[in-house]
């Protein structure tokens, strides 16, 4: 394997320009994070916290993660870079303005995840590396090879009780593994497309998993497939013969679990018997990242950022 080059930076973020009006979000919104009533959301034009630009991103952002704080805002996690050039993390705190970056490879990062007790990190790679690390210091001698794919990892989370790392690669598998020293993964080979999204049930007891062919997946935390959802984002008007929704991201809180697809639905999916649920589509306008907010969903679009009341 190839020596791991990480290049480190500490500085400011730049204040905004004064004669700058009225920032809005500009390309798809690629990351979610919310603290209380606080919506901390990120695209090509910045972070921001509601309608208030903090500051512009350090790269292109592909996923942004948080670690909640006690009396404070929640310190940020953004991952990302330039495709086929570096893929870079940046730990950052909202209330000063302070960074942290990382380079991590010659490729992106897609997708950031923060452990629940706040002190490690994980990356999914472009190379199909899955990486752990230090939070917030994302120093040097924390970086880890947890897991390899055979593809793009496009997701990554850690499980609410903190003893699972579940990855999701474009090779179709998810690989589910325990946080102790040299533990091997459980491999989910259930989906028969690349994977896209994934998330942990709130008692760390399931896992979701949503696939390129409009498939999401429950499994048990032991591995056994529990249900498969199919058809998932398909138009009402939809002939089977045109591309298959993708499920991009899913998110799973005490409420129930939702979804967004490539097709523009934002959904819901049952806890016992039934179908997926529609909650809103605008069409040709993907679902690239979600978060829930009290009494809301918040669904991330390209240049807007939609709440929507919880069903």
């Not at 704080?69 to 991952?79: D, F, H, I, M, S």
């Not at 499920?247 to 016992?272: H, K, M, N, Q």
Request: charged share 15%; glycine share 12%; hydrophobic share 40%.
């Amino acid at each position: 394997m190839p020596p791991l080059r990480i290049v480190t930076l500490s500085l400011l973020l730049s204040p905004l320009g004064q004669a700058e009006e009225s920032p809005a979000h500009l390309g798809p919104i690629t990351g979610i994070v919310t603290h209380g009533d606080h919506i901390y959301s990120v695209s090509q034009a910045g972070i921001f916290r509601e309608a208030k630009r903090l500051a512009k991103p350090p790269f292109r952002v592909m996923s942004m993660a948080g670690a909640p704080r006690k009396n404070a805002g929640p310190l940020l996690l953004l991952g990302g870079g330039q495709p086929a050039a570096s893929g870079e993390i940046a730990a950052i705190d909202p209330a000063n303005g302070t960074l942290t970056r990382r380079k991590l490879g010659d490729d992106l990062v897609y997708s950031v995840a923060v452990s629940p007790d706040g002190k490690t990190a994980a990356a999914a790679m472009a190379d199909g590396r899955v990486l752990t690390f230090g939070f917030p210091s994302l120093a040097t001698g924390s970086v880890t090879e947890a897991n390899r794919h055979q593809a793009v990892v496009r997701a990554i989370a850690f499980s609410p009780d903190g003893q699972w790392l579940a990855s999701a690669g474009l090779d179709g598998l998810v690989l589910l593994t325990p946080r102790k020293l040299k533990a091997k993964p459980i491999v989910l080979a259930d989906h028969s497309a690349g994977v896209e999204s994934l998330a942990f049930a709130p008692n760390s007891s399931q896992l979701a998993t949503g696939s390129r062919d409009g498939r999401v997946r429950l499994h048990s935390i032991g591995g056994r497939l529990l249900r498969t959802f199919q058809g998932v984002g398909e138009p009402p008007d939809a002939t089977g013969f045109g591309q298959a929704p993708r499920v991009l991201c899913l998110d799973w809180s005490e409420a129930g679990l939702i979804g967004g697809t490539s097709t523009g639905y934002v959904f819901r999916l049952p806890s016992g018997q039934g179908d997926w649920q529609p909650l809103h589509r605008e069409k040709a306008s993907p679902v690239y990242a979600l978060g829930e907010a009290p009494g809301q969903i918040v669904a991330g679009k390209t240049g807007q950022l939609l709440k929507l009341p919880k069903p």
